[in-house]
Protein backbone atom coordinates (compact mmCIF):
# COMPACT_ATOMS: atom_id res chain seq x y z
CA UNK A 1 0.00 0.00 0.00
CA UNK A 2 1.49 3.40 -1.13
CA UNK A 3 2.15 6.01 1.45
CA UNK A 4 -1.02 8.18 0.04
CA UNK A 5 -3.39 5.26 0.71
CA UNK A 6 -2.25 5.22 3.67
CA UNK A 7 -3.16 8.24 4.60
CA UNK A 8 -6.58 8.87 3.92
CA UNK A 9 -9.13 6.56 4.57
CA UNK A 10 -12.15 7.27 2.22
CA UNK A 11 -15.71 5.86 2.53
CA UNK A 12 -17.46 4.56 -0.70
CA UNK A 13 -20.96 6.29 -1.13
CA UNK A 14 -22.68 3.20 -1.04
CA UNK A 15 -20.87 2.46 2.60
CA UNK A 16 -21.45 5.89 3.69
CA UNK A 17 -25.12 5.88 2.92
CA UNK A 18 -25.05 2.38 5.29
CA UNK A 19 -22.82 4.45 7.97
CA UNK A 20 -25.22 7.46 7.88
CA UNK A 21 -28.95 5.44 8.09
CA UNK A 22 -27.10 3.49 11.61
CA UNK A 23 -26.23 6.96 12.78
CA UNK A 24 -29.31 8.02 12.28
CA UNK A 25 -31.03 5.20 13.72
CA UNK A 26 -28.65 4.86 16.66
CA UNK A 27 -29.37 8.61 17.75
CA UNK A 28 -25.74 9.59 16.96
CA UNK A 29 -26.41 11.60 13.88
CA UNK A 30 -28.60 14.73 14.32
CA UNK A 31 -29.98 17.09 11.99
CA UNK A 32 -29.00 20.75 12.37
CA UNK A 33 -31.07 23.64 11.32
CA UNK A 34 -29.16 27.34 11.51
CA UNK A 35 -30.48 30.27 8.86
CA UNK A 36 -30.18 28.82 5.78
CA UNK A 37 -28.05 26.11 6.54
CA UNK A 38 -29.15 22.59 6.93
CA UNK A 39 -27.08 19.81 7.60
CA UNK A 40 -26.51 16.45 9.91
CA UNK A 41 -23.45 16.11 12.66
CA UNK A 42 -22.40 13.17 14.87
CA UNK A 43 -23.01 14.07 17.81
CA UNK A 44 -21.24 10.60 19.26
CA UNK A 45 -18.48 8.67 17.82
CA UNK A 46 -19.78 6.33 15.85
CA UNK A 47 -17.86 3.50 14.05
CA UNK A 48 -15.30 5.48 11.86
CA UNK A 49 -17.34 8.31 12.20
CA UNK A 50 -16.06 10.39 14.73
CA UNK A 51 -17.75 13.18 17.13
CA UNK A 52 -18.39 16.39 14.72
CA UNK A 53 -18.14 15.15 11.89
CA UNK A 54 -20.59 16.44 9.64
CA UNK A 55 -22.47 15.97 6.42
CA UNK A 56 -23.62 18.72 4.01
CA UNK A 57 -26.04 16.45 1.70
CA UNK A 58 -23.82 13.60 0.55
CA UNK A 59 -20.25 15.66 1.36
CA UNK A 60 -18.69 14.34 4.52
CA UNK A 61 -16.23 16.51 6.42
CA UNK A 62 -14.64 13.87 9.32
CA UNK A 63 -14.39 15.85 12.61
CA UNK A 64 -11.17 16.36 13.90
CA UNK A 65 -9.60 13.69 15.86
CA UNK A 66 -8.52 13.80 19.48
CA UNK A 67 -4.77 14.21 19.96
CA UNK A 68 -3.21 12.57 23.04
CA UNK A 69 -1.46 14.61 26.14
CA UNK A 70 2.63 13.76 26.87
CA UNK A 71 2.99 14.63 30.59
CA UNK A 72 6.73 14.10 30.33
CA UNK A 73 8.97 14.83 27.17
CA UNK A 74 11.93 13.09 28.27
CA UNK A 75 9.78 9.43 28.76
CA UNK A 76 7.10 10.25 26.52
CA UNK A 77 8.98 10.74 23.13
CA UNK A 78 10.51 7.11 23.01
CA UNK A 79 7.06 5.46 23.92
CA UNK A 80 5.29 7.65 21.30
CA UNK A 81 7.57 8.33 18.41
CA UNK A 82 9.47 5.87 16.12
CA UNK A 83 10.30 8.46 13.60
CA UNK A 84 11.32 12.01 13.32
CA UNK A 85 8.46 14.58 13.86
CA UNK A 86 6.96 18.15 12.98
CA UNK A 87 6.69 20.57 15.98
CA UNK A 88 4.32 23.45 16.19
CA UNK A 89 2.66 25.81 18.34
CA UNK A 90 -0.45 24.88 20.33
CA UNK A 91 -2.47 28.13 20.11
CA UNK A 92 -4.81 28.48 23.12
CA UNK A 93 -8.31 29.19 20.94
CA UNK A 94 -10.62 26.99 19.49
CA UNK A 95 -11.01 24.28 16.79
CA UNK A 96 -12.43 24.81 13.15
CA UNK A 97 -12.44 23.47 9.82
CA UNK A 98 -13.23 25.76 6.36
CA UNK A 99 -14.61 24.55 3.32
CA UNK A 100 -15.96 25.57 0.50
CA UNK A 101 -20.25 24.06 0.15
CA UNK A 102 -22.69 25.05 -2.73
CA UNK A 103 -20.16 27.89 -3.30
CA UNK A 104 -20.05 29.12 0.03
CA UNK A 105 -16.65 28.78 2.60
CA UNK A 106 -18.43 28.07 6.03
CA UNK A 107 -16.42 27.12 9.16
CA UNK A 108 -17.87 24.27 11.76
CA UNK A 109 -16.53 23.48 14.92
CA UNK A 110 -15.13 20.88 16.88
CA UNK A 111 -18.36 19.48 17.54
CA UNK A 112 -19.49 19.88 13.98
CA UNK A 113 -21.73 23.03 14.42
CA UNK A 114 -21.79 25.56 11.74
CA UNK A 115 -20.33 28.98 13.46
CA UNK A 116 -22.04 32.03 12.58
CA UNK A 117 -19.04 34.40 13.46
CA UNK A 118 -16.25 32.25 12.65
CA UNK A 119 -17.74 32.16 8.83
CA UNK A 120 -18.58 35.85 8.67
CA UNK A 121 -15.17 36.45 9.56
CA UNK A 122 -13.35 34.31 7.55
CA UNK A 123 -12.62 37.11 4.70
CA UNK A 124 -10.38 38.47 7.47
CA UNK A 125 -7.96 35.96 7.84
CA UNK A 126 -7.65 33.57 4.33
CA UNK A 127 -7.53 34.21 0.55
CA UNK A 128 -10.88 31.66 -0.67
CA UNK A 129 -9.35 31.12 -3.57
CA UNK A 130 -7.67 28.43 -2.20
CA UNK A 131 -11.32 26.51 -1.92
CA UNK A 132 -12.09 27.88 -5.42
CA UNK A 133 -8.92 25.91 -7.05
CA UNK A 134 -8.98 23.19 -4.44
CA UNK A 135 -12.67 22.36 -3.67
CA UNK A 136 -11.84 18.86 -2.28
CA UNK A 137 -9.36 20.73 1.00
CA UNK A 138 -10.84 20.95 4.58
CA UNK A 139 -8.65 24.04 6.09
CA UNK A 140 -8.18 22.91 9.92
CA UNK A 141 -7.56 25.99 11.87
CA UNK A 142 -7.43 27.54 15.66
CA UNK A 143 -9.40 30.66 16.02
CA UNK A 144 -8.04 32.49 18.99
CA UNK A 145 -8.17 36.38 20.92
CA UNK A 146 -9.76 37.98 23.24
CA UNK A 147 -13.05 38.72 21.40
CA UNK A 148 -14.36 35.49 20.18
CA UNK A 149 -17.79 34.02 21.58
CA UNK A 150 -16.68 30.56 23.21
CA UNK A 151 -13.39 30.95 25.27
CA UNK A 152 -11.79 33.65 28.10
CA UNK A 153 -8.54 32.56 27.58
CA UNK A 154 -6.31 34.03 24.44
CA UNK A 155 -2.76 34.02 24.03
CA UNK A 156 0.02 36.99 24.48
CA UNK A 157 0.15 37.90 20.89
CA UNK A 158 -3.64 38.38 19.94
CA UNK A 159 -4.36 41.76 21.97
CA UNK A 160 -7.63 42.55 20.24
CA UNK A 161 -10.04 41.11 18.36
CA UNK A 162 -9.26 37.57 17.01
CA UNK A 163 -6.98 35.51 14.50
CA UNK A 164 -6.96 32.64 12.78
CA UNK A 165 -4.63 30.66 12.71
CA UNK A 166 -4.24 27.08 10.31
CA UNK A 167 -2.46 23.55 11.26
CA UNK A 168 -3.86 21.43 8.53
CA UNK A 169 -5.20 20.20 5.24
CA UNK A 170 -7.84 17.47 5.09
CA UNK A 171 -10.16 16.40 1.96
CA UNK A 172 -13.59 16.04 1.96
CA UNK A 173 -14.72 12.05 2.36
CA UNK A 174 -11.39 11.25 3.50
CA UNK A 175 -10.32 10.51 7.18
CA UNK A 176 -6.22 11.64 7.50
CA UNK A 177 -4.18 14.82 6.59
CA UNK A 178 -2.34 16.12 3.89
CA UNK A 179 1.72 15.68 4.67
CA UNK A 180 3.57 18.19 5.94
CA UNK A 181 5.28 19.36 2.90
CA UNK A 182 2.38 19.50 0.41
CA UNK A 183 0.44 21.43 3.43
CA UNK A 184 3.10 24.11 4.13
CA UNK A 185 3.21 24.69 0.61
CA UNK A 186 -0.93 25.37 -0.30
CA UNK A 187 -0.70 27.54 2.54
CA UNK A 188 2.26 29.43 1.28
CA UNK A 189 1.13 29.84 -1.69
CA UNK A 190 -2.05 31.63 -0.78
CA UNK A 191 -0.87 33.38 1.94
CA UNK A 192 -2.82 31.17 4.62
CA UNK A 193 -1.61 32.08 8.10
CA UNK A 194 -0.31 29.71 10.53
CA UNK A 195 0.74 28.53 13.87
CA UNK A 196 4.13 28.92 14.21
CA UNK A 197 6.47 26.06 12.63
CA UNK A 198 9.53 24.99 15.04
CA UNK A 199 10.82 22.19 12.69
CA UNK A 200 12.15 18.42 12.72
CA UNK A 201 12.93 16.89 15.28
CA UNK A 202 14.14 13.69 16.56
CA UNK A 203 13.83 11.79 19.90
CA UNK A 204 17.43 12.86 20.25
CA UNK A 205 16.69 16.19 19.75
CA UNK A 206 15.20 15.95 23.30
CA UNK A 207 17.16 18.65 25.23
CA UNK A 208 16.77 21.22 21.95
CA UNK A 209 12.97 20.16 22.63
CA UNK A 210 12.81 21.00 26.16
CA UNK A 211 14.45 24.44 25.73
CA UNK A 212 11.92 25.54 23.37
CA UNK A 213 9.13 24.35 26.00
CA UNK A 214 10.70 26.20 28.64
CA UNK A 215 10.72 29.40 26.32
CA UNK A 216 6.75 29.09 25.32
CA UNK A 217 6.56 28.61 29.06
CA UNK A 218 8.20 32.12 29.88
CA UNK A 219 6.19 33.73 26.80
CA UNK A 220 3.30 32.70 28.15
CA UNK A 221 2.62 30.42 25.33
CA UNK A 222 0.04 27.08 25.24
CA UNK A 223 2.43 24.62 23.70
CA UNK A 224 3.49 22.56 21.23
CA UNK A 225 2.09 19.25 18.83
CA UNK A 226 3.65 16.63 17.81
CA UNK A 227 3.56 15.12 14.55
CA UNK A 228 5.03 12.19 12.99
CA UNK A 229 6.75 12.42 9.59
CA UNK A 230 5.80 9.03 8.74
CA UNK A 231 2.82 7.34 6.91
CA UNK A 232 1.42 6.38 10.13
CA UNK A 233 1.32 10.12 11.04
CA UNK A 234 1.41 9.75 14.91
CA UNK A 235 0.87 12.94 16.84
CA UNK A 236 0.81 14.07 20.49
CA UNK A 237 0.61 17.25 22.54
CA UNK A 238 2.51 19.00 25.45
CA UNK A 239 1.55 21.95 27.43
CA UNK A 240 3.93 24.36 29.58
CA UNK A 241 3.13 24.64 33.13
CA UNK A 242 2.17 28.41 32.88
CA UNK A 243 -0.90 27.52 30.70
CA UNK A 244 -2.23 25.26 33.78
CA UNK A 245 -2.23 28.37 35.53
CA UNK A 246 -4.06 30.58 33.49
CA UNK A 247 -6.99 27.73 32.76
CA UNK A 248 -7.07 27.35 36.99
CA UNK A 249 -7.78 31.56 36.87
CA UNK A 250 -10.57 31.07 34.57
CA UNK A 251 -11.68 27.84 36.01
CA UNK A 252 -12.43 28.93 39.60
CA UNK A 253 -14.73 31.63 38.81
CA UNK A 254 -16.62 28.86 36.92
CA UNK A 255 -16.23 25.81 39.73
CA UNK A 256 -19.42 24.21 39.99
CA UNK A 257 -19.59 24.03 36.33
CA UNK A 258 -16.25 22.26 36.08
CA UNK A 259 -15.78 18.34 37.44
CA UNK A 260 -12.90 18.33 39.96
CA UNK A 261 -10.60 16.81 37.68
CA UNK A 262 -10.33 19.95 35.72
CA UNK A 263 -8.56 21.72 38.40
CA UNK A 264 -6.68 18.23 39.67
CA UNK A 265 -5.35 17.88 36.35
CA UNK A 266 -3.79 20.97 35.73
CA UNK A 267 -1.70 20.94 39.54
CA UNK A 268 -0.44 17.46 38.34
CA UNK A 269 0.77 19.14 34.99
CA UNK A 270 2.02 21.83 36.26
CA UNK A 271 3.77 19.81 39.00
CA UNK A 272 5.31 17.56 36.37
CA UNK A 273 6.18 20.33 34.27
CA UNK A 274 8.26 21.92 37.07
CA UNK A 275 9.79 18.98 38.23
CA UNK A 276 11.02 17.65 34.40
CA UNK A 277 12.59 20.91 33.86
CA UNK A 278 13.99 21.45 37.37
CA UNK A 279 11.84 25.01 37.64
CA UNK A 280 12.84 26.44 41.48
CA UNK A 281 9.70 26.51 43.22
CA UNK A 282 9.37 30.28 44.65
CA UNK A 283 7.53 31.42 47.02
CA UNK A 284 6.26 33.67 43.47
CA UNK A 285 5.00 30.63 42.41
CA UNK A 286 3.57 29.29 44.92
CA UNK A 287 1.64 32.80 45.05
CA UNK A 288 0.73 32.90 41.43
CA UNK A 289 -0.78 29.06 41.96
CA UNK A 290 -2.84 30.16 45.66
CA UNK A 291 -3.85 33.78 43.41
CA UNK A 292 -5.10 31.58 40.88
CA UNK A 293 -7.26 29.18 42.54
CA UNK A 294 -9.31 32.03 44.78
CA UNK A 295 -8.96 34.82 42.54
CA UNK A 296 -11.78 33.29 40.48
CA UNK A 297 -13.85 32.24 43.40
CA UNK A 298 -13.62 35.97 45.03
CA UNK A 299 -14.30 37.53 41.33
CA UNK A 300 -17.67 35.43 41.32
CA UNK A 301 -18.82 36.17 44.61
CA UNK A 302 -18.08 39.73 43.55
CA UNK A 303 -20.81 39.14 40.55
CA UNK A 304 -23.50 37.24 42.19
CA UNK A 305 -23.45 40.39 44.88
CA UNK A 306 -23.42 43.02 42.48
CA UNK A 307 -25.67 41.06 39.85
CA UNK A 308 -27.48 38.55 41.19
CA UNK A 309 -25.73 35.69 39.35
CA UNK A 310 -22.93 34.49 37.93
CA UNK A 311 -21.72 34.88 34.14
CA UNK A 312 -19.58 35.41 31.75
CA UNK A 313 -19.20 38.48 29.27
CA UNK A 314 -18.21 38.21 25.65
CA UNK A 315 -17.74 40.73 22.57
CA UNK A 316 -17.42 39.86 18.93
CA UNK A 317 -16.86 42.03 15.99
CA UNK A 318 -19.44 40.86 12.64
CA UNK A 319 -19.59 42.40 9.56
CA UNK A 320 -22.97 41.43 9.04
CA UNK A 321 -25.77 42.20 11.27
CA UNK A 322 -27.46 38.77 10.39
CA UNK A 323 -24.38 36.88 11.87
CA UNK A 324 -24.36 38.62 14.73
CA UNK A 325 -28.23 37.39 15.03
CA UNK A 326 -27.15 33.60 14.07
CA UNK A 327 -24.24 34.03 16.41
CA UNK A 328 -27.17 34.76 19.21
CA UNK A 329 -29.67 31.56 17.99
CA UNK A 330 -27.20 29.16 17.66
CA UNK A 331 -26.17 29.44 21.30
CA UNK A 332 -29.55 30.18 22.71
CA UNK A 333 -29.99 26.36 21.14
CA UNK A 334 -26.88 25.30 22.45
CA UNK A 335 -26.94 26.65 26.17
CA UNK A 336 -30.44 27.75 26.57
CA UNK A 337 -32.12 31.05 26.05
CA UNK A 338 -32.20 32.03 29.64
CA UNK A 339 -28.38 31.26 29.69
CA UNK A 340 -27.25 33.78 27.33
CA UNK A 341 -28.43 37.18 27.62
CA UNK A 342 -28.05 39.47 24.68
CA UNK A 343 -26.52 43.02 26.46
CA UNK A 344 -25.60 44.96 23.07
CA UNK A 345 -25.70 45.01 19.12
CA UNK A 346 -24.71 47.99 17.38
CA UNK A 347 -22.03 49.45 14.47
CA UNK A 348 -19.18 50.48 15.52
CA UNK A 349 -16.92 51.55 12.31
CA UNK A 350 -16.58 48.85 9.48
CA UNK A 351 -18.10 46.45 12.10
CA UNK A 352 -21.28 45.43 14.29
CA UNK A 353 -20.15 45.03 17.42
CA UNK A 354 -21.99 42.25 19.63
CA UNK A 355 -21.95 41.98 23.91
CA UNK A 356 -23.67 39.12 25.29
CA UNK A 357 -23.22 37.12 28.68
CA UNK A 358 -23.18 33.16 29.16
CA UNK A 359 -25.09 32.49 32.68
CA UNK A 360 -22.91 30.46 34.75
CA UNK A 361 -26.44 28.66 36.57
CA UNK A 362 -24.42 26.08 38.56
CA UNK A 363 -22.27 28.37 39.85
CA UNK A 364 -25.10 31.50 40.37
CA UNK A 365 -27.07 28.54 42.37
CA UNK A 366 -24.74 27.28 44.59
CA UNK A 367 -23.18 30.68 45.40
CA UNK A 368 -27.48 31.75 45.92
CA UNK A 369 -27.72 29.02 48.54
CA UNK A 370 -24.42 29.79 49.79
CA UNK A 371 -24.32 33.75 50.58
CA UNK A 372 -28.25 33.31 51.63
CA UNK A 373 -27.00 31.00 55.10
CA UNK A 374 -28.06 27.80 53.02
CA UNK A 375 -26.46 24.39 55.26
CA UNK A 376 -24.31 22.34 52.81
CA UNK A 377 -23.68 18.16 54.37
CA UNK A 378 -20.23 17.38 53.63
Not at 76 to 93: A, I, R, T, Y
Not at 160 to 168: I, L, N, Q, R, S
Amino acid sequence: MQDEQRRYLSVGKERLQDLVAAAHAGGQLREEHLGQWCYRRVVRSFRSLPTGTTLFGDTLVYGYPKIGRLSRLDTGLKVQFSHPFWVEEKVDGYNVRIFQHAGEVLAITRRGYICPFTTDRLRDFIDTRLFEAHSELVLCAEVAGPENPYNRDSPPYVREDVGMFAFDLMRKDRQGFLPHHEKEQLLREYGVPEVCQYGRYEVEDLPRLAGLARELDRTGREGIVLKEDSAQDRRAKYVTGRINLADLRVGSAAMKQLPAEYFTQRILRLGLFLEEHHIERTPALYRELGEALIEGVLEAVARWRQEGKVADHFRCRFHRKENAELMLEALYRLLGKGHVQRRVLEPRGEYYVLEFSKALPRTTGLLAHLLRGGLVFD
